[in-house]
């Protein structure tokens, strides 16, 4: 268990819909990372939040946003979604920003869209 | 580095064999490097990381080798088990110190250790 819970595990919803992921960081985790996991694309990187703040964004379409809120958690926010939206969500939680470690993972969420 | 998805490369070892898995990273400003395994239903596992001042790091059963000319980056395991069956990613940095888990993660090979 790497001490990142993300939820919901699984989640199904309609082309149009709009979905949110929850990710609670490691104890003292200040930065969360959000990944999409897709077949034809594999791991990509979304964005980056420390502390309340974004500090780095990578190929996150127009139609996702996210946040982290005071008590650390952060939520991906997925709409009008689309059939090449399902993918596995995962959420990695690190000490500092400026830390070189290892980013921690959580079990992800695994979006269908249908 | 690049994800390129679908068709992932294939390692098939015997138990206690060593196994090497390679990957070319595309980034020469790359300066943070990171292996993860990744079992079914899983998310990713740190295993060893590396930093770009450096050409060797060793952890239990496990070694990196980096070779920055090439741009090439190799995972070694001793003595492989088949609780190592899984697949795994090298993964890049190059955020500057800014953000060290915005990774850039490779297509992944799958390894299988059979019994």
């Known amino acids: 268990d790497s001490g990142v819970t993300q939820t919901p595990k699984h989640l199904i919803t309609a082309t149009g819909q709009r979905v949110t992921l929850r990710c609670s960081p490691r104890?003292?985790?200040?930065?969360v990372y959000w990944y999409q996991q897709s077949l034809d694309q594999g791991l990509q990187f979304l964005i980056h939040?420390?502390?309340?703040?974004?500090?780095a964004k990578g190929n996150i379409l127009e139609r996702f946003s996210a946040q982290q809120f005071p008590d650390l958690h952060s939520e991906l926010n997925l709409s009008s979604l689309e059939l090449g939206d399902s993918a596995l969500y995962f959420c990695?939680?690190?000490?500092?920003?400026?830390?070189?470690?290892?980013?921690?993972f959580g079990q992800g969420t695994r979006l269908t869209v249908v | 580095g690049e994800s390129v998805g679908l068709h992932l490369p294939t390692l098939s070892v015997q138990e206690g064999d060593n196994s090497i898995i390679n990957c070319a990273y595309s980034n020469s400003a790359s300066d943070y490097f990171i292996w993860y395994k990744q079992e079914s239903g899983k998310g990713p596992q740190f295993i060893i990381d590396?930093?770009?001042?450096?050409d060797k790091r060793q952890g239990q059963r496990v070694t990196v080798l980096l070779n920055k000319t090439v741009k090439h980056l190799s995972l070694q395991i001793a003595a492989t088990q088949p609780g190592d069956s899984a697949v795994y990613f090298c993964?890049?940095?190059?955020?500057?110190?800014?953000?060290?888990?915005?990774?850039?993660f490779g297509q992944g090979t799958i390894l299988t250790v059979h019994p």
């Open positions: 104890s003292g985790d200040l930065s």
């Open positions: 993964a890049e940095n190059n955020a500057g110190g800014t953000s060290y888990g915005k990774l850039t």
């Open positions: 990695a939680s690190s000490v500092l920003q400026g830390e070189q470690g290892e980013a921690f």
């Open positions: 590396i930093r770009s001042n450096m």
């Open positions: 939040y420390y502390n309340g703040e974004e500090r």
